[in-house]
């Protein structure tokens, strides 16, 4: 079915692991060899536990891949339980129930004006993964924006201002520079299903 993406890899499946601390991410391959450590943007709330999505804070916790939508659209996904929530719907329906639908969410997400000025931010660069987890706050998920829908979740997304790599300015989301996180999702690295470690430290080994 459309909306799942198969995971072909043999052996351990990647790790992704974001150290809250240091804003650093660590990318391991599926034989276990570190293929990545980079500078990372975090939350601009600090280090505490995340207890809404207003508290600007990223939190910590075992996450998994819900959502893959990117400018490209060639690997978009969404979780099956998300288009059974929302198909059907009034307001979000036509965005999840196709992939086509999945193009128009990612573009309207990059239409926003968050900031007031009159131009679309593009606040998401040119990928966004959502993030899910049972125990941790990582979002609504579908909402409005000014009357526009858009997905508001935690995630690992691009970012237009590359300056924030390194630091602690996001709404909570981890942003990546552009290159890496593309290379994530082509590979499957970041593919429905597949895990993310949010911590306070670099990963164990």
């Not at 459309?2 to 351990?12: K, N, S």
């Not at 601009?44 to 891949?65: C, E, N």
């Amino acid at each position: 079915m459309w909306w799942m993406t198969a995971l072909a890899m043999a052996g351990t499946p990647p790790r992704v692991h974001v150290d809250r601390t240091a804003r650093e991410i660590w990318i391991y391959d599926a034989t276990g060899s570190l293929t990545h450590r980079t500078a990372v943007g975090v939350g601009r709330g600090g280090l505490g536990q995340k207890t809404a999505m207003s508290d600007l804070i990223t939190p910590t916790g075992t996450f998994t891949v819900d959502l893959v939508i990117s400018e490209t659209g060639t690997h978009n996904a969404i979780a099956l339980r998300h288009t059974q929530r929302w198909s059907g719907d009034a307001t979000y329906g036509h965005l999840v129930d196709s992939p086509d639908g999945l193009i128009r969410l990612y573009e309207t997400m990059s239409s926003l004006d968050f900031n007031g000025d009159g131009t679309p931010d593009r606040a998401y660069g040119t990928a966004y993964v959502g993030l899910n987890a049972t125990d941790a706050v990582t979002g609504p998920k579908m909402r409005l924006y000014r009357g526009t829908p858009y997905w508001y979740s935690i995630a690992l997304h691009g970012t237009p201002d590359p300056t924030s790599l390194g630091q602690a300015r996001s709404g909570g989301c981890v942003h990546l520079p552009a290159d890496l996180l593309q290379s994530l999702i082509t590979t499957g690295t970041l593919a429905l299903g597949q895990t993310v470690v949010i911590a306070d430290g670099p990963p164990k080994r």
